[in-house]
């Protein structure tokens, strides 16, 4: 069965800063793995992917992700955080070959201080 | 449909009724899921459809949930005999094809479920 763990239930950064989502996940068998957004008062929306290939994939908003098989890590960063990326981040995984579900993380709230 | 469509947007309730959701996915859109976000507990599977295959129920939390896709399009999510803890908001979404099969998933806005 697969499984995602979201260190940090909230990250608070400043205006400018590095952003930095941690993910971790379990799975018996080579995952996708994915970052959903949201926005208040809107709907989740896709951020960015890794499916095969380069193991550091880019997003929408200037995030970026990297798959390490070695840690089981799919962390999410941003260079300069921008008070429009405060929002709830979701990581996922799918298994890559099978008929599952996404399964999610319980989220990060990502606040950005002026 | 332009998007997932999901109504009613907010649903107040008593605790004993039972109340039914809807999600219109995005046309064409083989594959639908619900998931239910709560506070704190994340999004949280509950069952998912794929074509004319058998529902993956797995992740109904009772009997009491039940759900199901008429014509391979529209779906209703039943809760019977609701309770506090059912309070949350219910999202529904769809993709082309499978998570497997590198397609992504486009979420409605939700419904939101308060049970007093």
């Known amino acids: 069965a697969q499984s995602v763990t979201q260190l940090g239930s909230h990250v608070s950064v400043s205006e400018g800063a590095l952003v930095l989502l941690r993910c971790n996940y379990s799975?018996?068998?080579?995952?996708?793995l994915f970052w959903y957004v949201q926005y208040p008062n809107q709907g989740l929306q896709l951020l960015l992917k890794?499916?095969?290939?380069?193991?550091l994939v880019k997003g929408i908003n200037g995030f970026e992700a990297e798959f390490k098989k070695s840690e089981t890590s799919f962390h999410l960063t941003k260079p300069s955080a921008h008070m429009s990326d405060a929002a709830e981040y979701f990581c996922?995984?799918?298994?890559?070959?099978?008929?599952?579900?996404?399964?999610f993380g319980k989220g990060t709230r990502l606040s950005v201080i002026a | 449909g332009a998007g997932v469509s999901q109504s009613p947007s907010n649903k107040v309730t008593e605790k004993g009724k039972d109340v039914e959701l809807r999600c219109d996915p995005i046309?064409?859109?083989?594959?639908l899921y619900w998931y239910r976000q709560s506070l704190g507990q994340g999004l949280e599977f509950l069952i998912y459809?794929?074509?004319?295959?058998?529902?993956?129920k797995s992740g109904l939390p009772s009997d009491r949930f039940s759900a199901e896709r008429t014509g391979g399009s529209v779906s209703t999510l039943t809760i019977q005999r609701t309770q506090q803890e059912d309070s949350a908001v219910y999202l529904c979404?769809?993709?082309?094809?499978?998570?497997?099969?590198?397609?992504?998933?486009?979420f409605g806005s939700g419904t939101q479920l308060s049970v007093l």
């Open positions: 979404a769809s993709s082309l094809d499978l998570p497997s099969f590198n397609e992504k998933l486009f």
């Open positions: 799975s018996s068998v080579p995952p996708y």
């Open positions: 890794y499916t095969t290939g380069a193991t």
């Open positions: 996922a995984v799918s298994e890559r070959s099978g008929n599952t579900p996404l399964v």
């Open positions: 046309s064409g859109h083989t594959a």
């Open positions: 459809f794929q074509g004319n295959s058998a529902p993956d």
